[in-house]
Each structure stands twice: as C-alpha cells, then as structure tokens.
C-alpha cells in the first residue's frame, strides 16, 4: 500500500508553488480515491500562483491546489455503490450544499455554499485526490485522457454556450483564451451560422482557426463593423458570449449586437468596471451572467458533443510531466499557451 504521494502546493504566502510530500488522504464513506493520471493549469490556478489579491483573501497557506483533472478509481468508500476500483473518471470541481432551496429543487450549480476543490478544501494537484462519489463523472474510452483533464473548462464553454437557442444564429464571442476558443467550436458544431471571435493576441486568434472554422478578428488592426459587413450581416450578433472580461470587449459587444440580442458573460471584469447603460436598454438586451456549469447536465451534454464529433484537441499546446510544473505555469503565464496539461503517471 502506497502512504506518501506528490503534491502541489501553495506553501508560502509569495509567488509560486512548491512540490511537496503528504500522506495519501483517507477516504470517508461516501468518498473515492483517485489516482490521478493528468490535470489541467486553469487561469485560477495561475492567480493563485501569482498570489494576487483574490489568492490572498481566498486560498488557505498549505493547500494543494488544482480543479481540472482525469484518473483512475483506486479506492471506493462503502456508500459508492455505483462506481468501482479501475473507472476512469473526472469530476465536478464544486462541492455542493444540500440544504439551500436551489439544491433542494435539484438547481445545484445554483447552490450558494459551494466550494471548490484546489480553491476551498485540497485540489487535485497531487497523485491520489480524496473525492465526494456524488461529484464523480465516469469517462467512455472514446475520451481520451487528455481532453478528460480539461473537461472543467470545456464544461465552461458548453455551458455558456447551450445558455441560449443559437442554432442558425449570428454569434459573437468576445476572448480567444482557451474557453473562448472551445466555445467557438462549440458554437459550431451545434449549428450556428456566422460565428466571430474577437482578441488582441494573433496568437490566440490563430489557435482558434486550428479547432473551427470560426471568424477570428484582431481588434487591434480591424474594424467588427467592418466584419460585420463582410459578412453580410444585417444589424449584428444575435447572441454574444463575453469571454474575456475585458471592459472594452464588452463595450463592443454590447455595440455590435441586434436589438432584442442576448449577452452571456462568463469572463470576470477586474475589479469595478464602467458600463454605459444605454444602449443596452435602448437595444432590449439581454444579460445573463455565467458561474461554473450545470451540474450535471453539462457534462451529459459535453460527453455528448464529444462522442458526436467534437474535436478539441488543438487547445492542448503543452504537455508536461508533473516534475516540470514550473515550466507549464510558464507557459500559461505568457498568455500565448492553448490549454497546458501535466502528467501526473510515472
Ligand atoms: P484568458 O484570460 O486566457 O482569456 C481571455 C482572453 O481575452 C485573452 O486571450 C485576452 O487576450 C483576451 N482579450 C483581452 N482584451 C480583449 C479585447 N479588448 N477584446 C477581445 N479579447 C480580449 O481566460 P480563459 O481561461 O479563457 O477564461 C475566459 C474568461 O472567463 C476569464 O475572464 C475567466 O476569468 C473567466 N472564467 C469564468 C468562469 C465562471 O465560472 N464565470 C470560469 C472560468 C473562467
Ligand atoms: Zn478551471
């Protein structure tokens, strides 16, 4: 039996993560052991690291981070009936309430007690996560371990994009991070007509084009109206996705949508931003804002789109052994990275 593993933790108060060796946690009834084989670096996961005045107020000193994960079942508490030791899994990273009345009516992405694993309570960053049955996902083989460490953020995208009916519509998505890019193709493969996404990085914007055709436009150098144009569009967007929480990004949506349009806002504006809201009564906008994904029919609805096609491959530029973490935070940092994945197996 194995005692000790790995882990990633946020040692001390500054800059970074160091390596560390814990017991492997003890699991309680209800509760699995993973033997984690890959995790995915999330953009929380670089604020933690940078120990930015959100990490400082909300991460605890000691806490093994991370959230988007793909393993392996190695121990089953006696209450998990329904799963068994060698399942390959993932899981839903917040960790529910059952008291609320949103839980109570089965609305548990709605819950207001939910924590987080890499965020509240220990993450995954680690080789052996002690995880709640009730939030375990199992995987089909067709998802291959790659795409099931970044199934977290994917469940972002498809959240945010099944929000409202887009088939045959003109969508807007403003942000080419890797959730912009995943809706993109999201966007497409569900059956949209024109879908554009907007940056301020060639990079990115180039990333997207490799997973779908979609429209990608600098707004550095080109005008959306002008894209709108081209396109042969008559008003504007039908339905806009904020995926950048950018103030400006917003600005332009908001602009280039039809009167009646609607608006989800996934990104996290930093701090207070300034809104105009006239044009946004003026036009009948709708706005709806974003938190995590639908628990669990997201990831019904994501397992879904995957075995019907999908492809998301491209958005992993960057594989690393678990070892070489530095050099994956690296990458993430320089903002030019798809998604970033580490290996934890060895
Ligand atoms: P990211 O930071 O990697 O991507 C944001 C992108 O927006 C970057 O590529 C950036 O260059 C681009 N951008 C900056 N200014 C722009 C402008 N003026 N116009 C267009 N694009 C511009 O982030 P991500 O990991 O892809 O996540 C997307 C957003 O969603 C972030 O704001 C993140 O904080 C947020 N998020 C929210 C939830 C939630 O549950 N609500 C969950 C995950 C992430
Ligand atoms: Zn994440």
């Not at 890499?118 to 998802?143: R, S, T």
């Not at 790659?146 to 994917?154: T, Y």
């Not at 972002?156 to 403003?174: K, Q, S, Y």
């Amino acid at each position: 039996m194995i005692e000790t593993m790995k882990c990633l933790v946020k040692s001390k108060p500054e800059t970074g993560l160091w390596m560390e060796e814990r017991s492997v946690p003890e699991i309680g009834d209800d509760d699995v052991l993973i033997r984690i084989a890959k995790t995915g670096i999330c953009g929380t996961d670089i604020h933690i690291w940078n120990w930015d005045e959100w990490a400082q107020k909300t991460i605890p000193i000691g806490l093994i981070i991370g959230h988007e994960f793909v393993g392996e079942i190695a121990e089953v508490g006696c209450n998990a009936k329904n799963l068994k030791v060698g399942q390959r899994v993932s899981g839903e990273s917040h960790l529910i309430g059952r008291q609320s009345r949103q839980s109570r009516a089965g609305r548990f992405h709605l819950d207001p007690e939910t924590h987080g694993i890499g965020v509240n309570v220990d993450g995954a960053f680690c080789e052996y996560l002690k995880f709640p049955a009730f939030n375990v996902v199992p995987l089909p083989d067709a998802i291959t371990d790659d795409i099931g460490a970044i199934l977290d953020p994917l469940g972002n995208a498809v959240h945010t994009a099944l929000l409202f009916d887009l088939v045959g519509e003109d969508v807007l998505i403003t942000g080419a991070g890797p959730i912009g890019i995943m809706a993109a193709a999201v966007v497409q493969h569900i059956g949209a007509r024109h879908t554009v996404i907007t940056d301020v990085n060639q990079q990115r914007l180039d990333l997207a084009a490799k997973l779908s055709d979609v429209v990608t436009v600098n707004v550095t150098d080109t005008d959306l109206r002008d894209v709108i144009k081209t396109l042969d569009m008559k008003q504007g967007f039908d339905v806009g996705l904020e995926m950048s929480g950018n103030e400006q990004a917003f600005e332009q949506m908001v602009e280039s949508m039809i009167t009646g349009g609607r608006i989800a806002m996934l990104g996290i504006p930093k701090g207070v931003s300034t809104v105009d809201w006239t044009p946004i009564v003026f036009k009948s906008l709708t706005i709806q804002g974003v938190y995590g994904r639908q628990i669990f029919e997201t990831w019904y609805k994501m397992i879904a789109l995957l075995e019907s096609g999908l492809d998301i491959s491209p958005i992993i530029t960057h594989r690393f052994s678990a070892e070489d973490f530095e050099e994956g935070f690296g990458e993430m940092i320089g903002g030019n990275s798809g998604k970033v994945v580490l290996d934890w197996n060895n």
